[in-house]
């Protein structure tokens, strides 16, 4: 009896052995190529190689507001010495762009995208789809005009028009001194399209925008009549998501030509003289493209950089080196590109050869949109923190 007693406990001790042995191998047998799996995970942020900094980057002030910016479109707006900028809150704030002062505040009701300034007024929408102008020196109310419409995206803003495009794919121009409608012209919308939307574009006497069925529409300034339009890409696939071509994306009209980017599409080009597309290449990218120094500069929607030379159109560089880091839209200052990413990173790279070569955390939290503007730059996170920068 006392035999078969230790014989137990034994085999008790021994399987508690066995037990440790293979919780503390696995570890070590994951490694092996019979047991573990060596895929590398394709949506997997990229990991940021070391650079020595030959450009440096200054955080000269930031101003924190309240709410999240998740589909960053709510951007500084400025006018002469002054940044306007407001949060999801409904928080507007006039700032001195040299110091950071508060120079005024106001409190309107939830917003839905961020401010467009020009001309003495600031313009935003609020969530119930009213469109509000305030005067630029005080911050008081000037009018109110509901829309019908969430607007997503910040209007342009002419001497005597507001061109805004809502989420409903409608393009309406208001009375700059009163908000009366005079125009409007209404897209067809595909059945499935991205949350997210392009900002018209005035240029002389016309305006230039995209919309979510993937096209580039042209409209005269004074009358809203359809001059001509274009598709920036065509769908492709056989379900909604495969045929998703949204563009959220503001066309960029430089010399003649529209430059035009779109998702699951292609980043076009339009001749305005002869009112068609001249030269497409496939991309997918939800920002616009940037012109610098010769080149066009695209972040596409995995976070992967091409560029192209403008004269020839031939494929420059290329680079994987921010691949899904869910980079914030270019911008280009002092002579470089510019971009932030989800770490809250701001990198400095060169347009020539596509290398980094400057780097600094600013952020805990992604860096949703950067703009430049005279001798600083400002960035805006997800949490609504207001950068001012230099190089």
Excluded at 81 to 88: E, T
């Amino acid at each position: 009896m006392l035999k078969n007693k230790f014989f137990l406990k034994a085999n008790k001790y021994l399987a508690m052995f066995f037990m440790l042995f293979i919780v503390s191998s696995c570890s070590s047998l994951s490694a092996l190529k019979f047991w573990g799996s060596d895929e590398i995970d394709p949506d997997e942020p990229v990991v940021l190689e070391a650079i020595k900094n030959a450009v440096n980057i200054n955080v000269d002030w930031n101003r924190s507001f309240s709410g999240d910016n998740l589909l960053g479109n709510f951007v500084p707006a400025f006018s002469s010495k002054s940044i306007f900028f407001a949060d999801a809150n409904g928080n507007i704030k006039s700032i001195d762009s040299n110091s950071g002062n508060i120079q005024w505040e106001q409190e309107v009701g939830e917003l839905s995208s961020g401010v467009a300034a020009g001309f003495g007024i600031i313009v935003i929408a609020d969530v119930q789809g009213n469109m509000i102008s305030l005067n630029q020196d005080n911050g008081s109310v000037l009018w109110t005009v509901n829309l019908k419409g969430e607007v997503l995206s910040p209007p342009a803003i002419d001497a005597k028009f507001i061109i805004v495009k809502t989420g409903s794919g409608e393009l309406l121009a208001l009375d700059k001194s009163n908000g009366e409608i005079l125009w409007s012209y209404r897209s067809k919308l595909p059945a499935l399209t991205i949350r997210g939307s392009s900002s018209p574009v005035i240029d002389g006497d016309n305006v230039y925008v995209t919309f979510d069925n993937g096209r580039l529409g042209v409209f005269e300034l004074d009358s809203g009549f359809p001059i001509w339009d274009g598709a920036i890409s065509y769908v492709r696939g056989a379900s909604e998501l495969e045929n998703l071509i949204d563009s959220d994306s503001d066309p960029v009209v430089e010399a003649g030509v529209v430059y035009t980017t779109n998702y699951q599409g292609n980043l076009t080009l339009f001749d305005i003289a002869q009112k068609r597309a001249i030269w497409q290449s496939e991309a997918s990218s939800f920002y616009s493209p940037l012109l610098i120094k010769g080149l066009i500069v695209l972040v596409e929607s995995k976070s992967n950089l091409r560029s192209f030379f403008t004269k020839t159109l031939e494929e420059s560089w290329t680079s994987d080196e921010y691949l899904n880091r869910q980079l914030s839209n270019p911008i280009s200052f002092s002579g470089y590109t510019l971009v932030g990413d989800y770490e809250g990173y701001i990198h400095v790279i060169d347009p020539l050869n596509g290398k980094t070569i400057g780097r600094k955390k600013i952020s805990k939290k992604p860096i949703k949109k950067i703009i430049s503007r005279s001798k600083n730059f400002y960035a805006v996170d997800e949490s609504f923190n207001l950068y001012s920068l230099s190089i």
